[in-house]
């Protein structure tokens, strides 16, 4: 991955000032529990986690006996997560490694990408690692993805929000969505209670319809079992929040 990447600028250390104390545990158990559930595997299932992060979701995959494996550009993020898995106990196969390289071959019979951690790239780019998700999952196992839903996006338009928080900082976030490309972008600012001091942040991401992801799923052998609102299993619709769906190869499918 390239240092010209916002990607590489973005998860840092100020990422985790902005967003880790939104990751609760009991907000990392609730997803998790989803996150079991959708995905509907049998005890000591394979599971891949892309783009782990800090590695809240396979840790708890992990302890509730999966085979885990958690993949992440971030080599920071990665350390972060293998301290807490020895912290925990919890057995989990930490990667470094760009989702546009992945080199598995029906390893999988989960994988995961949750909290928009897909459509980072360019469209030819986000389509190859859809083809590489589908090559890595076993016949019949199972895709489940976790994303900002495009047509809530369009329908806020340019949208400015203040979130206190409970350490009393102030987080800004103001999003802004491009027609044209169906990129957002969105440019956060954390204000410190103490100093006064800024975090700035600011990610572009393409976001997708219900209809373009199933296409593009479809492409690759990737059938659309499910498609939700959030995890809370609502209907999906123009209002929601979250665009979530659970897609499958194909048994017997050779793959691309």
Same mark, same amino acid.
């Given at each position: 991955?390239?240092?010209?990447?916002?990607?590489?600028?973005?998860?840092?250390?100020?990422?985790?000032?902005?967003?880790?104390?939104?990751?609760?545990?009991?907000?990392?158990?609730?997803?998790?529990?989803?996150?079991?559930?959708?995905?509907?595997?049998?005890?000591?299932?394979?599971?891949?986690?892309?783009?782990?992060?800090? !590695?809240?979701?396979?840790?708890?995959?992990?302890?509730?006996?999966?085979?885990?494996?958690?993949?992440?550009?971030?080599?920071?993020?990665?350390?972060?997560?293998?301290?807490?898995?020895?912290?925990?106990?919890?057995?989990?196969?930490?990667?470094?490694?760009?989702?546009?390289?992945?080199?598995?071959?029906?390893?999988f019979?989960?994988?995961?990408?949750?909290?928009?951690?897909?459509?980072?790239?360019g469209?030819?780019?986000?389509?190859?690692?859809? !083809?590489?998700?589908?090559?890595?999952?076993?016949?019949?196992?199972?895709?489940?993805?976790?994303?900002?839903?495009?047509?809530?996006?369009?329908t806020?338009?340019?949208?400015?929000?203040?979130?206190?928080?409970?350490?009393?900082?102030?987080?800004?976030?103001?999003?802004?969505?491009?027609?044209?490309?169906?990129?957002?972008?969105?440019?956060?600012?954390?204000?410190?209670?103490?100093?006064?001091?800024?975090?700035?942040?600011?990610?572009?991401?393409?976001?997708?319809?219900?209809?373009?992801?199933?296409?593009?799923?479809?492409?690759?052998?990737?059938r659309?079992?499910?498609?939700?609102? !959030?995890?809370?299993?609502?209907?999906?619709?123009?209002?929601?929040?979250r665009?979530?769906?659970?897609?499958?190869?194909?048994?017997?499918?050779?793959?691309?």
């Amino acid at each position: 991955m390239s240092d010209r990447e916002w990607p590489v600028a973005f998860f840092d250390d100020d990422y985790l000032k902005i967003y880790q104390p939104q990751f609760t545990a009991e907000r990392t158990s609730a997803e998790v529990d989803f996150i079991e559930s959708a995905l509907a595997l049998s005890a000591g299932a394979r599971v891949l986690d892309l783009a782990c992060g800090i !590695g809240r979701h396979a840790i708890g995959m992990a302890t509730r006996g999966y085979r885990v494996t958690g993949l992440d550009f971030n080599a920071q993020y990665l350390a972060i997560a293998e301290e807490e898995s020895r912290h925990t106990g919890t057995q989990v196969e930490w990667v470094q490694g760009d989702m546009r390289a992945l080199r598995f071959e029906g390893a999988f019979d989960g994988i995961y990408s949750y909290f928009t951690s897909f459509g980072y790239y360019g469209d030819a780019e986000n389509d190859a690692v859809l !083809g590489l998700i589908a090559r890595a999952l076993a016949p019949g196992g199972r895709f489940l993805i976790d994303m900002a839903n495009r047509d809530w996006v369009l329908t806020q338009g340019q949208n400015r929000t203040w979130n206190p928080r409970p350490d009393g900082a102030l987080l800004m976030e103001e999003v802004s969505l491009d027609l044209r490309t169906s990129r957002v972008t969105s440019r956060q600012i954390l204000i410190q209670p103490s100093s006064g001091a800024q975090v700035v942040k600011t990610f572009d991401l393409r976001v997708y319809t219900c209809a373009e992801l199933t296409s593009l799923m479809s492409r690759h052998g990737l059938r659309v079992a499910e498609v939700w609102g !959030g995890p809370d299993r609502s209907p999906y619709s123009a209002t929601s929040r979250r665009l979530v769906m659970l897609a499958a190869r194909a048994s017997g499918d050779g793959g691309p």
